[in-house]
């Protein structure tokens, strides 16, 4: 059975400092997601990873992708408050879409 | 833009009734998606759809049903609702030149008492 684990499910952080979120999975699989959900808001598409090695930035947010190790990351840099969210990974065997439990981040100043 | 639209935004229900979520897309999209979100658990897969009248089984199938009668709209249904299908409901689609991207509807918070 596909297992998707995230850690931490939660992250306290100051603005200005770096931190990573991990995304375990126990399948082989080439496709990767970020999503970043804002309150009672639905979630948003940040990266899609797509083979091993693969690593995709956008502003402060870099993801990278290790098949071979089942592991992708998604790392923040110099955090700031808009950043706050929660944040899910998800692995797509055949379109069976398979999500960690989430990371909610807090960006405090 | 991918526009993904879901019938209500809040629905509030009795246990035993029968309830219809209804989901819209307007990309041409061949894969569609039902997700149910609950605080701790992520996003769990109920069904999905790759075609017109077609549907696989997702992780949390029990419950609930499926209809995708064209290709745009692909319908949820609760035979029977009960207080533990309390959740918010999203629904999601993916095709098109953007196959591997996922696009996900508002939500549907419904709350069965």
């Known amino acids: 059975e596909l297992k998707v684990e995230q850690n931490p499910l939660f992250l306290s952080m100051q603005e200005g400092k770096n931190y990573t979120i991990y995304c375990n999975y126990s399948t082989t699989s080439d496709r990767l997601y970020w999503y970043r959900q804002d309150p009672g808001k639905s979630l948003e598409s940040l990266f899609v990873?797509?083979?091993?090695?693969a690593v995709k930035q956008e502003g402060r947010l870099m993801a990278s992708l290790d098949t071979k190790a089942r592991l992708s990351t998604l790392h923040i840099t110099a955090a700031v408050h808009d950043l706050s969210a929660t944040y899910f990974c998800a692995v797509d065997i055949n379109n069976d879409m398979r999500f960690g439990a989430g990371t909610r981040l807090t960006v405090k100043p | 833009d991918v526009k993904v639209t879901q019938s209500s935004r809040y629905l509030v229900k009795r246990t035993g009734e029968k309830v219809f979520l209804e989901c819209v897309q307007d990309?041409?999209?061949?894969?569609m998606f039902w997700y149910r979100q609950d605080p701790g658990l992520g996003l769990r897969l109920i069904y999905f759809s790759y075609d017109v009248k077609m549907k696989e089984k997702g992780d949390i199938p029990e419950g609930y049903s499926v209809s995708r009668e064209k290709k745009e709209r692909f319908s949820l249904i609760l035979e029977s609702a009960s207080t533990n299908q309390t959740s918010m409901y999203l629904c999601?689609?993916?095709?098109?030149?953007?196959?591997?991207?996922?696009?996900f509807g508002p939500g549907t918070r419904l709350t069965v008492l």
């Open positions: 990309m041409d999209h061949e894969n």
């Open positions: 999601a689609s993916k095709g098109g030149a953007l196959l591997y991207e996922q696009f």
């Open positions: 990873l797509l083979s091993n090695g």
